[in-house]
């Protein structure tokens, strides 16, 4: 787990902390669907998302540990933090 908290001052208490680990199963191609559903992506302009498309399946074709893989595990974390009101 992470350690590392936002930084919350007064009138709010001391930060509790709490992460969630999970890991996302999903094909190659849902790899595609997955990266092209970022709002960070979805605003590109058309040649620079046709360009970072190309990077991905270049990925999914080249890398070690992805080439030919039927099934990527994506690890994710949600990390959680609560101050109280003091």
């Given at each position: 787990?992470?350690?590392t908290?936002?930084?919350?001052?007064?009138?709010?208490?001391?930060?509790?902390?709490?992460d969630?680990?999970?890991?996302?199963?999903?094909?190659?191609?849902?790899?595609l669907?997955?990266?092209?559903?970022?709002?960070?992506?979805?605003?590109?302009?058309?040649?620079?998302?046709q360009?970072l498309?190309?990077?991905v399946?270049?990925l999914l074709?080249?890398?070690?540990?992805?080439?030919d893989?039927?099934?990527?595990?994506m690890?994710y974390i949600?990390?959680?933090?609560?101050?109280?009101l003091?």
């Open positions: 787990m992470c350690s908290s936002p930084r919350i001052g007064p009138p709010f208490g001391p930060v509790e902390r709490f969630v680990e999970w890991t996302y199963h999903l094909k190659p191609r849902n790899l669907d997955l990266v092209a559903s970022r709002s960070y992506v979805i605003t590109l302009p058309a040649t620079e998302r360009a498309d190309a990077k399946r270049h074709d080249t890398h070690p540990a992805l080439a893989e039927q099934d990527i595990q690890p949600a990390r959680c933090s609560r101050a109280t003091i």
